[in-house]
């Protein structure tokens, strides 16, 4: 129906600027083929974007032996004048090991809340006895200062370096950025700050009412 009322309209602006315009008896069969080329256009978009179209599925790639994989995120709330940070562990083998939800001041600069959330990764890792370990966050400026081997002037250098200085050393200890995506677990635990009094720890066992927590999809 939309297509007829279409065609009539469009016959309608031709009479006005041509003389050249199909009869009356022939409105009804130029709105099939309208509509036939106007579906045939949109079918073949769909297709190029379904070839087109990348995929962004991440997956997950073990550390090498001996070594974890810690993953951390931070999230604020300006409501309740708190930031967040979360942190989870994982082994060579892919198994959750131990993880934490923490509140934290609101800072100035979200930037600052990731940096946050990455000294208290590492410190994790001194009070969990992990010498070994890669870190990874989606927050790429904190992980270019963390890759840095010069002295950052940034508002959260000094929190970084500080953290850094308690490593005691540099065997299997990598910085890497991840998607955000490739950090949701992270992530939800950085949001699952905002019900918890302070800190929230785990280790080797999970606890029940964090297992939404870990493998929902963030919002």
């Not at 198994?95 to 609101?106: K, V």
């Amino acid at each position: 129906m939309a297509m007829v009322m279409w065609t009539i309209w469009h016959r309608r602006n031709q009479l006005r600027v041509s003389s050249n315009v199909f009869p009356k008896a022939q409105v009804l069969q130029q709105a099939i083929q309208a509509l036939a080329m106007f579906q045939q256009s949109q079918q073949s978009l769909i297709n190029n974007v379904a070839v087109t179209r990348p995929s962004h599925r991440v997956q997950w790639s073990p550390p090498p032996a001996n070594c974890a994989k810690l993953n951390f995120d931070g999230a604020v709330f300006p409501k309740l004048g708190k930031a967040s940070l979360g942190v989870v562990v994982h082994d060579s083998h892919g198994n959750a090991i131990a993880s934490l939800s923490e509140q934290a001041p609101l800072p100035f600069s979200l930037d600052i809340v990731e940096a946050m959330a990455a000294a208290r990764a590492i410190t994790f890792t001194q009070e969990l006895g992990i010498k070994e370990f890669m870190l990874k966050g989606d927050s790429e400026a904190v992980i270019n200062t963390l890759q840095s081997t010069e002295v950052s002037l940034t508002t959260y250098g000094h929190l970084l370096e500080s953290a850094k200085s308690t490593l005691t050393t540099n065997k299997c200890i990598a910085f890497t950025h991840v998607r955000r995506m490739g950090n949701r677990v992270a992530h939800n635990l950085a949001k699952y700050a905002r019900h918890v009094r302070g800190l929230s720890m785990w280790v080797e066992d999970i606890l029940p009412h964090l297992y939404n927590v870990l493998f929902a999809d963030p919002d």
